[in-house]
């Protein structure tokens, strides 16, 4: 694939230092990352493009569920980074979603006018384990198979473009657009885009960079935790499998002669209460309990206990 020319970002070969602000205050940190093989290079720039094309409906489930709107994602075009030519939603705040490779990272850019909601600038506990979750199951299908994440973040920034600038991307730095759509109608125009680009060079998942000026932060301000990624998933090729549940309303032993007696119209009473829960079963084990429900005109199990153990008095034969 042939890309455009691009204006090519140059870094310093010593540390930059760098205006950082974490959720909690600002400070002023050094940003370098470890001497270490690159992971990313010219030849990766096609099977990047592949991957990110054939995970979109993965990466849109992800998106749709950290900020509970139904997201559908289509590839755009790709080319290459150029500063210079950012479009201009990029040039404001939004999220910095950050996967680190080796000594490189690949980042997806995700500006305010997405809309992103008020609560991102300032996440509750549950709301910044939504946006690490984002980073989490991003970073198993935005790279290929043959890279492996080390580490992830979600980055709240006060300028995307700056802080992709600050993190030095390579000269040939690849890019590819991300088409949002809202809902499932496939003749409507995006409502936004997002940006995925790869590599920076020089990646900083300890800090949000912003244009602030510097201002050192007291040493009681706590500092979010890096969450290092998880080896890839070995059940993830299981997890599209089919699997038959059932559920048990009761059951009992009978004699013979009670089971060759049986018509219609005939009542058979069992040692259970209407109240008591029912039991679901995969592969004849019993995996969690809940209560029968309707949802419209077809039954449903509520469940309330899950990894129920069976009565170990089943397991007793009589003798």
């Given at each position: 694939?042939?890309?455009?020319?691009?204006t090519p970002n140059c870094?310093?070969?010593e540390a930059k230092v760098t205006t950082v602000r974490f959720l909690s205050g600002v400070r002023t940190a050094t940003s370098l990352s470890e001497a270490r093989m690159p992971a990313f290079t010219e030849e990766t720039i096609?099977?990047?493009?592949?991957?990110c094309g054939g995970n979109t409906a993965?990466?849109?489930e992800s998106l749709s569920q950290c900020f509970d709107r139904p997201y559908r994602l289509e590839a755009g075009d790709s080319g290459m980074w150029s500063t210079d030519d950012v479009p201009g939603e990029f040039r404001g705040p939004g999220i910095l979603a950050l996967i680190q490779v080796e000594s490189q990272a690949i980042a997806v850019l995700i500006p305010q006018s997405l809309p992103l909601p008020d609560w991102y600038l300032h996440p509750n506990d549950s709301q910044t384990s939504r946006l690490e979750t984002l980073a989490m199951e991003w970073s198993m299908n935005l790279i290929p198979a043959t890279l492996e994440a080390e580490k992830f973040k979600s980055?709240?920034?006060?300028?995307?473009a700056a802080a992709v600038t600050s993190m030095a991307p390579a000269e040939w730095a690849a890019t590819l657009t991300?088409?949002?759509f809202e809902g499932a109608d496939a003749s409507e125009s995006p409502v936004a885009k997002l940006l995925v680009i790869w590599p920076l060079e020089q990646p900083n998942l300890e800090a949000i960079v912003t244009v602030d000026p510097?201002?050192?932060?007291?040493?009681?301000?706590?500092?979010p935790p890096i969450m290092t990624a998880p080896a890839r998933d070995p059940l993830a090729r299981l997890r599209h499998l089919s699997i038959e549940v059932s559920v048990r309303l009761a059951e009992k032993k009978i004699p013979m002669s009670q089971l060759l007696g049986i018509t219609p119209g005939m009542l058979i009473t069992f040692n259970k209460s209407c109240d008591d829960l029912l039991d679901l079963y995969v592969n004849n084990s019993r995996y969690c309990r809940g209560e029968a429900v309707k949802i419209g005109e077809n039954f449903g199990l509520k469940i309330n206990q899950v990894g129920v153990a069976d009565d170990p008095q089943r397991k007793v034969i009589d003798a």
């Open positions: 694939m042939d890309f455009p020319k691009s870094a310093d070969d096609e099977s990047i493009l592949s991957t993965a990466l849109a980055l709240v920034v006060d300028d995307i991300l088409n949002v510097v201002v050192a932060v007291p040493q009681s301000v706590p500092v």
